[in-house]
């Protein structure tokens, strides 16, 4: 089958371009570097079917990252090349089309947002662009589909015009003098768009841009969180789903090892939906009751912060507070994703330069970046005690963060490059690529998080009748109670915490602890081991040596930081 | 760097040259040199910052932070110890 690859610069609407042409919807951000693993679809090509690629974005075809380095061995695979390139800036663009061009692989250029050249003051001549690079030029804008039924009439177009290697200086001059004949700059007016950045770049303004961003994400994310659970989901869980539960558990015989791992616990005709623990309760109940209202609410937010364009400017002020833990500003995207999920997060560090920094970037994030499952639990748990308690909770993984952040930017040998971006324009978040975004995210954590949750709730129910459990517990009450102050029950919870974090809290609801005892437990399970899914990306990732070493670093963490807490609370 | 005074072209003194850090906020200029290794400067090339391209300083962040530029209608951040290391030429004050 042949095979097309979508190449161009970082931000340029690869991705966008990639849902328009094989309908498979990929995330599309407004920063660079927000595909860092290859997306396959499909498209029509004449009577034929051909593979689509979907490629990270690279500067040149020296890769600096391992984001690039993907793209660069996609390249070696490709039958003809989609080259993305921004209308907007088409010189610096116009650096890979050359290298990709004495790669003798047919080609075809798609000058993509379009629409941005008019307002923008740029005017370029198409005629002559294609002359002088010898390959179908096609003007595109990914966001609306304009140009888009273009480009697909002339990918069979594409064609290799055998154009000699350079070096990095002639090319440089040849692209010069591609300009000086195609481009024409007029001048225009400041939108109130550059007033923004320009302000959000300022140490003082940005700053408190800075913190009204992220404080309004925080209440807007509650608000909707909540408003989900109290209007819509518990209504439903407790008037329709309660009385079915009822009907079931009495047709069930009200006990005994099916019961209870269907139904779980039922104390006097109440449903606990939080504490009984069969699957069609609390099962269901965690992941859609608890978890979902918050995954929705925290994907809202992040896809609008992602699709204005504000994340990189955040990365600009970041990046002196990042530097004393090791890293440079753009990390700050990671960390955030990695409030939603830590396996994303610790994907795109891939985007960072050097091994050391991914390394400090992903221990910290699985150590001390709550995910969104997580972080619901621990609302729904720790809140119902107060919200100082919540603070705490927060202000202690805060905590860790800048410390262990230090300490390991003191003691993790090698170097950590410096913050070097492309910041892209405000941009006013299209709704619908916002919504599509949403729904992609929160179907794939459903798809994900549903079959392990129950599974875990189903481990929890056999291996209590198992006692396997009580035989854990006792062996480690030394550290669980006389370290941690925990009852020795709560090991059961840092166990299961390996599968699921937000199941794995839930068992710490019916243990009757003090709100001192709780805090303790959310910090200790958040920052011990991370679940399933997270260990098996940072062994993909950071291969097994650094892995064990995280893990490592981990575990002694999360006890001394559960230990001081302890001793405080 | 030449120690005293400018060149001059057109009669008119010309400035000597800076490093970006040491550019000022709302300056613009032309960059002359980088003066970086070779992966640094195809970093740097590969965003728009070759020599003889004008640059104007957008901010910089106190405490040696980045330095944010205007090249090509599109703004980029550079560390500071990468700034340090571009040489621009201020353009002349009319
Ligand atoms: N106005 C306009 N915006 C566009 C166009 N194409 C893409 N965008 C926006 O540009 C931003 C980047 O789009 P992506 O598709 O994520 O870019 P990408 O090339 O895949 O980026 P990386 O994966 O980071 O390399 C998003 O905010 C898009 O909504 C276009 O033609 N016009
Ligand atoms: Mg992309």
């Known amino acids: 089958m042949t095979r097309i690859l979508l190449m161009g610069n970082p931000n340029v609407g690869k991705s966008a371009l990639f849902s328009r042409l094989t309908g498979v919807q990929a995330i599309v951000s407004n920063y660079p570097g927000t595909t860092i693993n290859y997306t396959r679809g499909y498209m029509k090509l004449g009577e034929e079917t051909a593979e689509v690629i979907d490629v990270p974005g690279t500067y040149t075809l020296e890769p600096t990252s391992e984001a690039e380095e993907i793209a660069l061995r996609l390249l070696d695979s490709g039958d003809i090349v989609i080259n993305v390139a921004n209308a907007i800036n088409l010189e610096r663009n116009l650096y890979l089309t050359l290298q990709l061009l004495e790669r003798g692989i047919p080609m075809v250029v798609a000058l993509n947002l379009w629409d941005d050249t008019r307002h923008r003051g740029v005017d370029i001549d198409l005629e002559k662009l294609r002359g002088l690079l010898g390959v179908p030029v096609i003007p595109t804008v990914a966001l609306t589909g304009e140009g888009v039924k273009e480009l697909v009439e002339n990918v069979p177009r594409a064609i290799s015009p055998h154009r000699p290697p350079g070096t990095r200086d002639q090319r440089w001059a040849n692209i010069g003098k591609i300009i000086e004949q195609v481009q024409r700059i007029s001048h225009r007016h400041h939108t109130w768009r550059e007033r923004l950045a320009d302000a959000s770049v300022n140490q003082v303004s940005g700053g408190l841009i800075a913190l009204a961003a992220l404080a309004s994400s925080f209440f807007v994310i509650r608000f909707i969180g909540e408003g989900l659970i109290n209007y819509v989901l518990d209504p439903l869980f407790n008037n329709l789903w309660a009385p079915v539960i009822l009907k079931l558990s009495q047709l069930l015989g009200g006990g005994g090892f099916l019961h209870d791992i269907v139904v779980g616990k039922i104390a006097g005709g109440e449903i606990n939906f939080l504490q009984s623990f069969g699957l069609l309760t609390s099962g269901l109940y965690v992941p859609l009751g608890v978890v979902l209202p918050y995954i929705v609410a925290f994907y809202l937010v992040l896809g609008i912060l992602e699709d204005t364009g504000y994340l990189p400017r955040l990365a600009v002020l970041m990046d002196t507070i990042l530097h004393r833990l090791g890293l440079h500003g753009y990390t700050i995207i990671p960390n955030l994703l990695g409030l939603g999920c830590n396996v994303p997060a610790i994907l795109a560090t891939r985007i960072l330069e050097s091994k050391r920094e991914r390394f400090i970037a992903a221990t910290l994030i699985s150590i001390a970046v709550p995910c969104a499952a997580l972080q619901a639990m621990i609302f729904g748990l720790v809140g119902a005690r107060g919200l100082e308690y919540v603070a705490i909770v927060y202000g202690t993984l805060f905590a860790v963060w800048i410390i262990l952040g230090i300490i390991l930017n003191h003691t993790v040998k090698g170097f950590s490059p410096e913050l070097l971006i492309e910041i892209p324009p405000y941009r006013l978040p299209p709704w619908r690529a916002v919504l599509q975004k949403l729904w992609l995210r929160t179907y794939s954590f459903l798809a994900e998080a549903i079959p392990i949750i129950l599974g875990a709730i189903l481990a929890v129910n056999i291996l209590y009748i198992l006692g396997v459990f009580n035989a854990i517990a006792n062996f480690t009450a030394p550290v669980v109670t006389g370290l941690l102050g925990l009852p020795k029950e709560a090991v059961t919870a840092l166990v299961i915490g390996f599968l699921r974090k937000d199941v794995a809290l839930g068992m710490l609801a019916p243990l009757a602890l003090t709100s001192g005892q709780l805090v303790v437990g959310s910090v200790v399970l958040a920052m011990l081991f991370p679940c399933v899914a997270t260990f098996v990306v940072m062994l993909r990732e950071l291969g097994v040596v650094n892995m064990l070493k995280a893990v490592g670093i981990m575990i002694v963490a999360a006890l001394v930081t559960g230990g001081i807490l302890n001793l405080i609370l | ?94």
């Open chain 2, 1 to 94: 760097m030449h120690r005293f005074g400018g060149r001059f072209k057109d009669n008119k003194p010309e400035a000597d040259p800076v490093t970006l850090a040491q550019l000022k906020s709302g300056q613009s200029g032309t960059v002359v040199d980088i003066q970086g290794g070779h992966r640094m400067t195809d970093r740097l090339n590969a965003l728009g910052i070759i020599p003889g391209k004008k640059i104007t300083k957008a901010s910089a962040m106190l405490m040696r932070g980045p330095v944010t530029i205007e090249v090509d209608r599109v703004e980029v951040a550079i560390g500071f110890g990468m700034a340090s290391k571009v040489m621009v030429r201020p353009d002349r004050v009319p």
